[in-house]
T-cell receptor
Framework: GAGVSQSPSNKVTEKGKDVELRCDPI?????LYWYRQSLGQGLEFLIY????????KSGLPSDRFSAERTGGSVSTLTIQRTQQEDSAVYLC??????????????FGEGSRLTVL | AQTVTQSQPEMSVQEAETVTLSCTYD???????LFWYKQPPSRQMILVIR????KQQNATENRFSVNFQKAAKSFSLKISDSQLGDAAMYFC??????????WGAGTKLIIKP
């Protein structure tokens, strides 16, 4: 596709349920980031994938959070046993190798997660 | 650790006027990049302008320009001839030797018609 695609756009779930958020990056982009944006806040780094290298998971807030990237393309962020504090917008961004070096990221429209 | 501070939670400007959004940062690195990203209500972050620290010349993109003061660690964004479509959250971001971007908390820009 022309841009980064994220699904679902909005997700409402009950506390304790598992959720999966999907990111389809721009074709050919080797770098992929997940961020979390709470209401009125900046972006909180979660995880970074670059090509075939081991991902940087240093931003994941707890072991309930995990992410994978299959075939160097689509990525899925999974939150297990969701809590109300997980409510936020989850943003995905991708970039080419060079653009990742210079920090130019292309973002999706995010997935808004609401945990009741 | 690097930090980015945006001290203005909200700014408003009359349409066609000029507005300046402030950003300061803290780093011990000498080579880095600074960015302004725009986030409209659609939530999609869009790169507005980028500045490389080794360049003394301030970056400019049409109506958007920056005032980069390296010694003062200041990186403000000036929007000239403000338009209704400029209404959005604006985030300042820093990238140093680490590939991660460090983000400010954002400034909400309101355009008054």
């Amino acid at each position: 596709g022309a841009g980064v695609s994220q699904s679902p756009s909005n997700k409402v779930t009950e506390k304790g349920k598992d959720v999966e958020l999907r990111c389809d990056p721009i074709s050919g982009h080797t770098a992929l980031y997940w961020y979390r944006q709470s209401l009125g806040q900046g972006l909180e780094f979660l995880i970074y994938f670059q090509g075939n290298s081991a991902p940087d998971k240093s931003g994941l807030p707890s072991d309930r959070f995990s992410a994978e990237r299959t075939g160097g393309s689509v990525s899925t962020l999974t939150i297990q046993r969701t809590q109300q504090e997980d409510s936020a917008v989850y943003l995905c961004a991708s970039s080419s190798t060079r653009a990742a070096y210079t920090g130019e990221l292309f973002f999706g429209e995010g997935s808004r997660l609401t945990v009741l | 650790a690097q930090t980015v501070t945006q001290s203005q939670p909200e700014m408003s400007v009359q349409e066609a006027e000029t507005v300046t959004l402030s950003c300061t940062y803290d780093t011990s690195e000498s080579d880095y990049y600074l960015f302004w990203y725009k986030q409209p209500p659609s939530r999609q972050m869009i790169l507005v302008i980028r500045q490389e620290a080794y360049k003394q010349q301030n970056a400019t993109e049409n109506r958007f320009s920056v005032n980069f003061q390296k010694a003062a660690k200041s990186f403000s964004l000036k929007i000239s001839d403000s338009q209704l479509g400029d209404a959005a959250m604006y985030f300042c971001a820093y990238r140093g030797s680490n590939y991660q971007l460090i983000w400010g908390a954002g400034t909400k820009l309101i355009i008054k018609p």
